[in-house]
């Protein structure tokens, strides 16, 4: 409907083409960027043995004090759950501090810091002597406070997007997969755990004492689902066998062709118009038009994957590493290469159609005034003659039509707008 309101010429369409597709291949590389990221985690475990050991031993001691402390909560509700609402607020409290101490340790487990693309970064002034979002200690938080800190999503008006701006959909959605890591041992339970803690505070602080026991049992078994998960990556690494690296190997192969058919089929698809903008000169210029944006980083993302496959199955993890982080690098530049990309072709289009709407109103005026100058020598002549001729008549029905043609014009234009 907006093509055929707006008169599409095949450019436009071409454009909205190379949109869908560099669209389809942002989420290929998301794809393979999240393989990538496992693979280099493990890999990572490996190179660095005896300290991930150690890491790890350090997390089953942290769950195994939580599981402690959380028996401890259970315990305290069973014994103060005829006592009051007073007493109950007291046992939320602590709840809420075994609950941050479980976010934290699902936090640390998770190892990675959000991508800055991703639009999940805190920054620092956010982070320093704040607390998390909802985790006000129960009872802390003012009727009238709720609106203070980061204004919700659906608390926004109507209008306070600018066009143009970088937030759009398509580009919200893509940066957050890249940004999202592959779960690790224990982190899942621990992440589970915290909910199920945060669902036990508000319960106790409403005087539900059964409630929330139950809510504080189900953190308490996936603590010790934690726990589990932790003790058997423990073992796993401790006794890897060498044909593990073998096996890693050829994982990473698999991810290597993956990109590798990518990087084929950048290579192959039409070439969009004006990729890297106007003005450049020379063979080098000439040369970089040729290319898709994202294809030379694709490329050598899957050049650093065959490297990687090698040194792994060679049982050279260190070396597999530093290439596997590499090409996550260049995966990252590619995405960062068409969101550009198609951050300039949304601009491109929004003005297009503006420029097309714009010709639509002159068109729209430039008829009217005609009509209305005709509409006005009518009368004139109604006036001074008492009547019109047949002549006149015919010029007023189609003068009729004119206007019915010009609103139908303009409720097309009022169509599109809305």
């Not at 320093?128 to 009727?143: F, R, Y």
Request: glycine share 6%; net charge negative; charged share 35%.
């Amino acid at each position: 409907l907006v093509r055929l309101l707006l008169n599409e010429k095949e450019d436009s369409l071409s454009r909205q083409q190379e949109i869908d597709q560099l669209k389809k291949w942002r989420e290929e590389i998301v794809r393979i960027k999240k393989e990538q990221q496992q693979q280099t985690r493990e890999t990572s475990k490996i190179a660095n043995k005896d300290q991930t050991l150690r890491d790890l031993q350090k997390q089953i001691e942290a769950v195994e004090k939580l599981i402690k402390q959380q028996q401890e909560v259970i315990t305290e509700t069973d014994a103060n759950s005829k006592s009051g609402l007073q007493a109950l607020d007291g046992v939320a409290d602590k709840q809420f501090d075994v609950r941050q101490q479980t976010e934290d340790l699902a936090e640390e487990i998770a190892g990675e810091p959000q991508d800055e693309e991703s639009g999940d970064e805190t920054s620092a002034d956010q982070k320093s002597g704040d607390q998390k979002s909802g985790d006000q200690k129960p009872g802390d938080q003012k009727s009238g406070d709720q609106k203070s800190g980061d204004q919700q999503s659906g608390d926004q008006k109507p209008g306070d997007q600018k066009p143009g701006s970088p937030q759009s959909g398509s580009q919200q959605s893509g940066q957050k997969s890249a940004g999202s890591q592959p779960k690790q041992p224990g982190q899942q339970p621990l992440e589970n755990a915290a909910t199920n803690q945060k669902q036990a505070e508000k319960k106790l602080t409403e005087g539900k004492a059964a409630s929330a026991k139950r809510s504080e049992e189900k953190a308490l078994d996936d603590l010790n689902k934690a726990l589990d998960e932790l003790k058997k990556e423990k073992r796993r690494i401790a006794s890897l066998p060498p044909e593990a690296f073998e096996k890693m190997a050829q994982e990473q192969r698999g991810t290597e062709r993956k990109t590798e058919d990518l990087a084929k089929e950048m290579k192959n698809a039409p070439k969009g118009g004006g990729q890297q903008g106007e003005g450049q000169q020379g063979q080098a210029g000439q040369q970089q038009q040729k290319q898709q944006p994202g294809q030379q980083s694709v490329q050598r993302a899957q050049k650093a994957m065959e490297n990687a496959s090698g040194d792994l199955s060679d049982q050279e993890p260190q070396k597999a590493e530093r290439q596997q982080q590499k090409a996550e690098e260049e995966l990252e530049k590619a995405l960062r290469e068409i969101e550009e990309r198609l951050d300039q072709l949304r601009e491109e289009t929004r003005e297009e159609k503006l420029a097309r709407l714009e010709a639509r109103f002159r068109e729209m005026l430039l008829r009217q005034q005609i009509a209305t100058i005709v509409t006005m020598e009518l009368d004139d002549k109604k006036n001074h003659l008492g009547k019109l001729r047949r002549r006149d008549l015919l010029t007023m029905l189609r003068l009729s039509t004119e206007e019915l043609e010009i609103s139908e014009l303009g409720q097309q234009a009022y169509d599109l707008l809305l």
